[in-house]
């Protein structure tokens, strides 16, 4: 099955405390990009690969990096997490038809940073 | 920049009622434009897109036009169920800068029987 994985699901952490998310598609897309979701303020793109060893920021990526070694992973850290990045994030892929290609998103990833 | 404006919501319909949801678009290339929707406690999914002018988009009895005169998309569904409940996000990509995705704030529909 064609699919977005993201892990994990909810976390809830502390301010200061380095943490990973994972994403992982296997359809083999060349695009991925993460997003966070916030009440008010719709979807925000933190950052987005083109392909492997290409990434690029999006409209919010301040305290947040990325990393593209594979084509099928795009994990997104949080090096010092603080409590304004308490947010549901969303990893998405797409296909080579970059801009007319549809966005195939993951169940997202519900984070809070007390 | 590019930006997507939607209608604000949230919006409250009986079912089998009309339904437009609006989205209008600022784009410094020439955009894809895309309805994604959003069920509770889900990721996004793919509604319908158009990829160029006048196209229409249609998928699940929703349909929208790519309107390049007016810069919209607005969302339609003739009659509407409770399943349809849901949050609906406009969004486009452009053919400029390709990696960025810019979507609306999203409007929140609930459908009552």
């Known amino acids: 099955e064609a699919q977005v994985t993201q892990n994990p699901r909810y976390l809830i952490t502390v301010t200061g405390k380095k943490l990973t998310v994972t994403c992982s598609q296997n359809m083999n897309h060349e695009y991925m990009s993460w997003y966070r979701q916030d009440p008010g303020l719709g979807l925000r793109q933190i950052y987005y690969?083109?392909?492997?060893?290409?990434?690029d920021k999006g409209d919010v990526p301040e305290g947040y990096k990325v990393s593209r070694k594979e084509k099928r992973n795009f994990p997104l850290i949080l090096e010092s997490p603080s409590p304004n990045q308490t947010s549901l994030y969303f990893c998405a892929s797409s296909d080579g038809q970059f801009n007319t290609g549809e966005l195939f998103f993951g169940e997202g990833s519900r984070l809070t940073v007390l | 920049g590019d930006s997507v404006t939607q209608m604000e919501g949230p919006v409250t319909l009986s079912e089998e009622a009309f339904l437009t949801i609006n989205c209008t678009y600022t784009a410094t290339g020439y955009p894809s434009l895309f309805w994604y929707v959003q069920y509770p406690g889900e990721g996004l999914q793919l509604l319908l897109k158009?990829?160029?002018?006048?196209d229409k988009g249609s998928n699940k009895g929703f349909e929208a036009t790519y309107r390049k005169e007016t810069t919209s998309f607005h969302l339609e569904k003739g009659s509407v169920q409770v399943s349809d409940s849901a949050v609906y996000f406009c969004?486009?990509?452009?053919?400029?800068?390709?990696?960025?995705?810019?979507f609306g704030d999203g409007t929140t529909l609930t459908v009552k029987p």
């Open positions: 969004a486009l990509r452009t053919n400029t800068n390709a990696g960025k995705s810019t």
């Open positions: 158009a990829t160029k002018a006048d």
């Open positions: 690969s083109m392909n492997v060893e290409v990434t």
